[in-house]
Every structure is written in C-alpha cells, then in structure tokens.
Nanobody
Framework: QVQLVESGGGLVQAGGSLKLSCAASGRTFASHTMGWFRQASGKEREFVAAIHWSGGRTSYGDSVKGRFTISRDNAKNTVSLQMISLKPEDTAVYHC???????????????????WGQGTQVTVSS
C-alpha cells in the first residue's frame, strides 16, 4: 500500500501563507492523481484540490480557488499545497490522498481516493 505523510501545518495569522507537503512511498507515485482534503472540527471532509497524474490538469474547490495551488514533483514523490491569503475558515486538518493508477478523471469526492495520509493541522487565527 502507498504510504502518505503530510507535513508543513502550523498556526498562521489571517492573510498569511503556508505550504503543505505530502511525501509518498512506493514506485507508482507518478501514476496516481493526488488530492488534498480538509476536515474542520465537527464538519464534513471537504475537497480542496487535486492534480492529475499527468501533471497537466488541476481541480480546486470553490472555497480555495485563486488562493491555493497544488503541484507535484514526481522525482521526489511529493505533492504540495501552497496556500495564500489564509482565512480562519481554512482551519482544518489537511489530508493528502491518491486515486487509483492512471484514472482519467480528477475525482473530488473522498470515495474517489483510496490512499490517505494521517493529516496535518492548519490553524488560522483572526
């Protein structure tokens, strides 16, 4: 099974920036569309962003469009989430996740992703 480990979370003030990283194990990273989800305390898990295995297409949740950027580095087996203009409502545990190999579509539901990291906490203060 692919192992995913997130890092980069922390506490920032509203308007600040933070970059999350997800490191993946295994030999098949380049075949997986990768995504980020977040879950605030007491709320449903929410789709944040995804990047196609080809690297050429991305998808973002409406609440983060224009503020967050997802990228990947297949040579390093990592996927990143650059977050700017952070808001208190961005506070959540952020999870990275992977889809089945070579899936043509970019999923946005948690059931589309079969590999999950444990998450990293992002807290945005006001």
């Amino acid at each position: 099974q692919v192992q995913l480990v997130e890092s980069g979370g922390g506490l920032v003030q509203a308007g600040g920036s933070l970059k999350l990283s997800c490191a993946a194990s295994g030999r098949t990273f380049a075949s997986h569309t990768m995504g980020w989800f977040r879950q605030a305390s007491g709320k449903e898990r929410e789709f944040v962003a995804a990047i196609h295995w080809s690297g050429g297409r991305t998808s973002y949740g409406d609440s983060v469009k224009g503020r967050f950027t997802i990228s990947r580095d297949n040579a390093k087996n990592t996927v990143s989430l650059q977050m700017i203009s952070l808001k208190p409502e961005d506070t959540a545990v952020y999870h990275c996740a992977g889809m089945r190999p070579f899936t043509l579509r970019i999923g946005n539901g948690e059931n589309d992703f079969i590999y999950w990291g444990q998450g990293t906490q992002v807290t945005v203060s006001s």
